[in-house]
């Protein structure tokens, strides 16, 4: 299973995404890091 948390920023999809794939022990990736990583800039 796969899980996706989408909405408008600021109200805690990363903090709550972190938090729920521990809970389920999946891991977690947050889009806004790995765009950063990609194009080696901050967003």
């Known amino acids: 299973m796969k899980v996706f948390l ?3 920023g600021c ?3 990363s903090t ?3 938090l729920l794939a521990k ?4 891991s977690f990736y947050d889009l ?3 765009i950063e ?3 080696n800039t901050s967003i």
């Open 32 to 34: 806004d890091d790995e």
């Open 16 to 18: 709550i995404g972190a």
């Open 6 to 8: 989408v909405g408008v």
């Open 23 to 26: 809970k389920l022990n999946y």
């Open 37 to 39: 990583s990609f194009f």
């Open 11 to 13: 109200v805690g999809k």
